[in-house]
């Protein structure tokens, strides 16, 4: 239980420090008193958001396909049954001698 608050800990920092780092917000001092205000800024909250998902959108579509093409590869090895393998040649067009 005390990794897992930890661990919550830790997300709230980096949370708030790339919030801050990216402009989402900013923290001002208002008085010589203590008095703080946090000024919020969604749009630019909502643009990261927006980059990211296209990011991790783009990402994913290169990663399926990459797979998909990986897939209409077939290997020239097979195995046999019996343990062993069987190396076959690659179809290629006939050569006349």
Do not use: C
Request: aromatic share 10%.
């Amino acid at each position: 239980m005390k990794n897992l608050l930890a661990l919550f800990g830790l997300l709230v920092l980096v949370a708030v420090g790339v919030g801050w780092y990216q402009g989402w917000y900013q923290v001002n001092q208002l008085s010589s008193e203590g008095t703080y205000r946090v000024d919020v800024d969604a749009r630019k909250f909502e643009d990261s958001v927006k980059k990211g998902a296209q990011w991790a959108g783009d990402a994913l579509h290169d990663f399926s396909n990459r797979i998909g093409s990986d897939k209409s590869k077939e290997s020239d090895i097979s195995v046999k049954p019996n343990g062993g393998t069987d190396i076959q040649k690659p179809n290629m067009p006939a050569t006349h001698r």
